[in-house]
């Protein structure tokens, strides 16, 4: 081998490039890199759907809650349930009727279920239901009305 070959070929292994080892180095680096984010993408998912999730059946809580309040009358102590769909999703709730030791009053405690997995509860929530509570008049004026009569018959 002549001595330029050998000086050309010195001048190739240190011209700046990476080994083997560096490159495969630098690859995991940047896998770990990747599945870490990766992970987190996947755990910013599924927290988002199972807040949905909670939301919804709180919503359905709430909704049979103020349909018996709207209803007017007072359930009898005991247990009922039913199913219903809401936003693609069918689930399954259950009303308890409890006795709270006051006259004309009752409490009811909802929890809400997917219908097709009835044993993971999705979300409980308790009201309190009166006999007649919602048949009282709405006023006959409004705040702020310049002839809106006060209690005592003035006008204020």
Not at 92 to 103: A, P
Not at 121 to 126: D, K, S
Request: aromatic fraction near 6%; charged fraction near 25%; proline fraction near 4%.
């Amino acid at each position: 081998m002549s001595n330029s070959e050998h000086s050309l070929r010195a001048h190739r292994l240190s011209s700046g490039g990476f080994t083997l080892l560096e490159v495969l180095v630098a690859l995991v680096i940047v896998g770990l890199g990747l599945m870490a984010v990766f992970s987190q993408l996947n755990q910013t998912l599924v927290t988002a759907s199972m807040l949905r999730d909670r939301t919804l059946a709180h919503w359905i809580a709430m909704d049979r809650i103020a349909e018996l309040r709207l209803a007017g009358e007072l359930p009898d102590v005991g247990e009922t349930s039913d199913d219903i769909e809401m936003a693609g999703i069918e689930w399954t709730y259950v009303l308890k009727f409890s006795d709270v030791g006051v006259e004309n009053f009752r409490r009811v405690d909802v929890t809400v279920s997917f219908a097709d997995r009835p044993d993971r509860l999705v979300t409980e929530l308790a009201g309190f239901l009166g006999e007649g509570a919602n048949t009282a008049a709405p006023p006959s004026w409004s705040p702020g009305d310049p002839n809106a009569e006060s209690s005592d018959g003035e006008r204020r």
